[in-house]
């Protein structure tokens, strides 16, 4: 299993460029998320899926779009970067159901934006 | 939407002593809690979790939580911390359909 792989793992954009920030997991999990960690802030959750098809709104929404057209996949797209979305992107998944809920992290995209 | 504080941002301490970290959250419903520990340069892992049963939580290296429900809280302690433990932690909350983190710990242990 090579568990959460994100690409890329560095990326710096000028500002109004666009960009998508990839995301597969091979442990069939349903539920799937994007998170930004910034210093002093912890992790804020961008969007989130509970399945295919399925998505909705965490914390920090505005200025990303995702879509979930199968389980394993869950880019994060940035439509027009701004300075202030320079950060370090993790995405998690778990199972949704049972007790074996852990999150499992990728190993971050680092993302500056000029 | 539940939310999880966690204080004393920077925690610094000599190898042999013991670390408690404090985390409460807010939110009504039933919840699962999670610690979770990021190393220098690394993605985060999980330190241990309770969904429901018994509220003192042994988990890796040491670690353990005590889930106290009264006081919507979940602390960790370690007894005796090692300069490896030098880390970011991070307390999360699960509750309807999402996972919140706290602002997380900055923990560093002194040789």
């Known amino acids: 299993n090579a568990g959460v792989t994100q690409t890329p793992k560095f990326q710096v954009l000028k500002t109004g460029q666009s960009m998508t920030l990839q995301c597969a997991q091979d442990?069939?999990?349903?539920?799937m998320s994007w998170y930004r960690q910034d210093p002093g802030m912890g992790l804020r959750l961008i969007h989130y899926?509970?399945?295919?098809?399925?998505?909705d709104q965490g914390e920090v929404p505005n200025g990303y779009n995702v879509s979930r057209s199968t389980t394993e996949d869950f880019p994060l797209r940035l439509l027009s970067a701004a300075p202030s979305q320079t950060s370090v992107y993790f995405c998690?998944?778990?199972?949704?159901?049972?007790?074996?809920?852990?999150?499992?992290f990728g190993e971050g995209s680092r993302l500056t934006v000029l | 939407a539940q939310s999880v504080s966690q204080h004393n941002h920077h925690v610094i301490l000599s190898e042999a002593a013991s670390l408690e970290l404090g985390c409460n959250y807010s939110y009504g419903g039933t919840v699962n809690l999670f610690w979770y520990v990021q190393y220098p340069g690394q993605h985060l892992q999980l330190l241990l979790k309770?969904?429901?049963?018994?509220?003192l939580v042994k988990g890796i290296k040491g670690f353990e939580a005590e889930f106290i429900k009264s006081k919507f809280s979940f602390n960790l302690r370690k007894p005796s911390v090692q300069w490896s433990d030098t880390a970011e932690y991070f307390c999360a909350v699960k509750g309807n359909n999402r996972l919140a983190f706290g602002k997380g710990n900055q923990v560093v242990v002194i040789p």
């Open positions: 309770y969904f429901s049963g018994d509220p």
């Open positions: 998690a998944s778990s199972y949704w159901v049972g007790e074996d809920r852990e999150l499992f």
């Open positions: 442990m069939n999990h349903e539920y």
């Open positions: 899926s509970v399945g295919a098809g399925i998505t």
